[in-house]
């Protein structure tokens, strides 16, 4: 059949229940419009036993999407990456200052202190043939996870 247009959607539930529909390819609806909905159970009435008779219906949903979070497990060497970063706050940490507005309690460590902290475990090398390209691959993977914050040239476990 010629001209015919497929359908394509993404179904997910997310952690709260709610069913995210995402127009992946359709006719009459643009491409990455996401539909929001939840399901919820109503009575109907009883059955001839007397027991309750229920079913699902469709509800839409507002505000903002609250997407599953990603639990990809990490990889050897940013779980390595951690427990320098956690080593460094022990032994180099000092409080955050107020300035970042950060939670109270969190500990700072210089970036530089962390980062010879990763060359002495073996985590980076210095003879490779980019350290610094290296250092800057670790650091951005755990701040796309939200794992590390960083600002001023000092780095905290988020």
């Known amino acids: 059949m010629s001209g015919a247009v497929e359908s394509q959607l993404k179904v997910e539930r997310v952690n709260t229940g709610e069913v995210i529909v995402t127009v992946e390819l359709a006719k009459d609806f643009a491409e990455g419009t996401e539909i929001v909905s939840r399901l919820d159970c109503v009575e109907l009435g009883t059955d001839a036993d007397g027991d309750p008779t229920t079913s699902l219906v469709v509800l839409p949903v507002e505000g903002p999407i609250q997407r599953r979070a990603v639990t990809r497990k990490l990889s050897a060497r940013q779980q390595l990456a951690l427990t320098a970063l956690d080593e460094c706050a022990a032994s180099s940490g000092t409080p955050a200052p107020a300035s970042l507005q950060l939670p109270v309690r969190t500990v700072v460590v210089q970036l530089n202190a962390w980062r010879e902290e990763l060359y002495a475990r073996g985590v980076l090398d210095r003879e490779a043939k980019s350290p610094r390209e ?25």
């Open 134 to 158: 290296e250092f800057k691959r670790v650091r951005n993977s755990l701040q796309a996870r939200s794992l590390i914050g960083i600002r001023n040239d000092l780095v905290w476990k988020a």
